[in-house]
């Protein structure tokens, strides 16, 4: 018995932090899969590099965008941060 109300306090610290870090992480990465595999020509995207581009051609893992009428850059999928809302 002792050995296991030494361990308790262990264990109750695992699942706060698997409640309060792990699990919130890996719902967060589940959706940002999920919006990314959704994503579609004409869709606003921002980069990871704060970008804000207009997704022009989705190919297996990357993206062609188009950053205004004349450039069109290919990126990973993976430089997706979020969906671009308007604020307008």
Same mark, same amino acid.
């Given at each position: !018995?002792?050995?296991? @109300? ?7 610290? &695992?699942? $706060? !932090?698997?409640?309060? $870090? $792990?699990?919130?992480?890996?719902? +967060?990465?589940?959706?940002?899969? +999920? !919006? &990314?595999?959704?994503? @579609? ?10 970008? &804000?581009?207009?997704? %022009?051609?989705?190919?297996? %893992?990357?993206? @062609?965008?188009? !950053? %205004? ?20």
């Amino acid at each position: !018995m002792e050995i296991l @109300s030494q361990l308790l306090p262990f264990v109750f610290l &695992i699942a $706060i !932090m698997y409640f309060v $870090i $792990i699990r919130p992480q890996q719902k +967060e990465a589940k959706a940002k899969t +999920e !919006m &990314i595999a959704a994503l @579609s020509k004409g869709d606003k995207v921002v980069t990871t590099g704060g970008f &804000i581009v207009v997704v %022009n051609k989705v190919e297996e %893992n990357f993206l @062609s965008v188009k !950053m %205004n009428d004349d450039t069109i850059v290919k990126i990973v999928k993976d430089a997706i941060a979020r969906k671009y809302e308007d604020e307008a």
